[in-house]
């Protein structure tokens, strides 16, 4: 074990009616301001539509769930739209577990969300 700490990226891609946060690594206790950034990075932007493509996440602790369900609630409160893309089969399981695949709106890719 080398130690090192888990990473964790994102970007944004923006235009008038969508917000697409591209995130890729591992979301946990370690990661979890840099996932909150690039949620609020979504939440603040100008477009109605929120997508948090999650595709390329390896994992997603219970931290990551917590700021889902954050996101979700604002979103609502404000007005804005929030979709999400399930990512890994590791993610998904989690969704399911926990009962968010049921709150949230997953989508297998980021078009898919954009065009639903």
Do not use: C
């Not at 690039?38 to 100008?46: E, F, H, K, Q, Y």
């Amino acid at each position: 074990m080398t130690g090192a700490r888990p990473e964790l990226a994102w970007d944004v891609d923006l235009d008038e009616q969508t917000t697409v946060v591209h995130v890729v690594g591992e979301i946990d206790i370690e990661t979890q301001e840099l996932f909150d950034a690039a949620v609020r990075a979504g939440l603040d932007g100008p477009s109605p539509l929120v997508i948090l493509d999650l595709a390329k996440v390896t994992f997603l602790g219970s931290i990551g769930l917590r700021i889902l369900i954050l996101a979700h609630n604002e979103a609502d409160e404000t007005g804005r739209v929030l979709r999400v893309v399930e990512g890994s089969s590791a993610v998904q399981r989690v969704m399911a577990i926990t009962g968010l695949n049921q709150i949230l709106a997953l989508y297998p890719t980021a078009e898919k969300a954009r065009l639903s």
